[in-house]
């Protein structure tokens, strides 16, 4: 599996946008960009996937860079349910791909 | 609430008990898992089911043992387990195997071995 960077910890507050960073130098031409989050005491949940093109949806948007070695969550107002940990995965199949350490977002009021 | 529903949402266990874990979803996803989760740390994939067939095995001791009765349930079966198997047992399914379809996870069963 190809690898991917996420910052350890995050702060954001309430209202504003938010911009999750992940590395992945080492992407395949096939690789999907998947972005799961975790709340506490739940199972993760799917937030949004993208292959090269910027990918919108109700939760979040997808910035991927040109190049596909990095990529940016956007959420565009946080708010206090959004807290969590923030998976960026790499694969054709999520399933089957590693998650890492994730980016634990904290939101302040 | 999740598509995926977990029973039990708690077990205790002994080390020399036997006991199940279940996993239903009734999406008509072809593809299941179970990963296991230790606290502060990311899931890890122990099976992968597609089309009710083990497909992948991450080499996962075999006192966890898989079943797959129909599309629909996926069971964990436990036994003789050590207090390192303590964690939280999450189940998720997809539409099929190898493609780019979301996962959708349960919430897991949270699991002490004593």
């Known amino acids: 599996d190809a690898k991917t960077t996420q910052p350890n910890s995050m702060e954001s507050n309430e209202e504003e946008p938010v911009h999750l960073p992940c590395n992945h130098s080492t992407i395949s031409g096939t690789d999907y960009i998947h972005w799961y989050r975790q709340l506490p005491s739940q199972g993760p949940e799917y937030v949004i996937h993208g292959l090269t093109s910027n990918v919108n949806n109700r939760m979040a948007s997808l910035a991927i860079a040109e190049d596909r070695k990095s990529s940016t969550l956007i959420l565009h107002r946080a708010t206090l349910r959004d807290a969590a940990v923030y998976y960026c995965?790499?694969?054709?199949?999520?399933?089957?791909?590693?998650f890492g350490d994730g980016t634990t977002l904290t939101v302040k009021p | 609430d999740t598509e995926v529903t977990q029973t039990p949402k708690h077990l205790v266990m002994g080390m020399t008990n036997k006991k199940s874990l279940k996993c239903e979803q009734h999406?008509?996803?072809?593809?299941m898992y179970w990963y296991k989760q230790k606290a502060k740390k990311p899931p890890e994939l122990m099976f992968v089911y597609s089309y009710e067939k083990l497909s992948i095995n991450e080499s996962v001791p075999s006192r966890f043992s898989p079943e797959c009765p129909n599309s629909s349930l996926l069971n964990l079966h436990l036994h003789a387990l050590q207090p390192e198997d303590s964690a939280l047992y999450l189940c998720?399914?997809?539409?099929?195997?190898?493609?780019?379809?979301?996962?959708?996870f349960g919430n897991g069963t949270r699991l002490t071995v004593t």
């Open positions: 995965i790499l694969g054709t199949n999520a399933g089957k791909s590693t």
């Open positions: 998720a399914s997809s539409q099929e195997e190898g493609t780019n379809s979301p996962l959708h």
């Open positions: 999406m008509g996803h072809r593809a």
